[in-house]
């Protein structure tokens, strides 16, 4: 796991916590020792959400390893649904992806984020994403996580710049974390 890899190397990790479930006891359980090296912001709506990651984008140095955002849409969600404010809600979605690419690459660090889906209305069986194609376009890595249907949970590479697309792996969800349940 990132975070983990990112304390080991004595670096800080960030979690923005849009959804409140970030859990200290189970980053003890993933073998985290040092739950003072993890920095949590927790916004509590969209304009939030853009000024913690400018705030984020003004503190950040070599001493943090890693970022999460878990969920970038959920406050987006929030927000409003009718056509003008989605038109400007998705050009924000757009800048805070732009300001944590911008993070991502000027430190070289891992930036996961985490989004939801909602059911295809139409009649198809696809997940779309909250928030449209703008998280399409901006991410370089897409894991699709599901359950099939034996109730497996299932992680499927949908983008990678260099792997294989639609690859799968089954896990599982344990102590002390992402247990291989392939087998």
């Known amino acids: 796991m990132c975070c983990k890899y990112s304390l ?12 409140g ?6 980053m003890s359980l993933m073998g985290v020792k040092n739950l003072e090296n993890i920095i949590v912001f927790q916004p509590r709506d969209f304009k939030s959400q853009e000024e913690t990651l400018l705030k984020l984008e003004k503190i950040m140095s070599s001493r943090i390893g890693f970022v999460c955002v878990d969920s970038l849409v959920s406050l ?13 809600l998705s050009r924000q979605l757009g800048n805070d992806l732009l300001v944590l ?18 059911d295809d209305v139409t009649g198809g069986k696809e997940k779309i994403p909250v928030g449209g194609d703008v998280l399409k376009y901006w991410s370089k ?8 249907e034996e109730n497996k949970r299932k992680a499927t590479l949908v983008r990678h710049p260099y792997k294989k697309e639609g690859e799968a792996v089954f896990y599982d969800i344990g102590d002390p974390g992402i247990i291989d349940a392939s087998f």
């Open 21 to 26: 479930g970030f859990s200290p006891t189970r």
């Open 76 to 88: 987006y969600r929030l927000e409003g649904h009718d056509r003008k404010k989605r038109t400007e």
């Open 8 to 19: 080991l190397r004595g670096k800080k990790s960030v979690f923005i916590d849009t959804e």
């Open 141 to 148: 890595l897409i894991v699709k996580l599901e359950k099939d």
């Open 101 to 118: 690419s911008r993070i991502a690459r000027d430190f070289n660090i891992p930036l996961l984020i985490t989004n939801q889906v909602y």
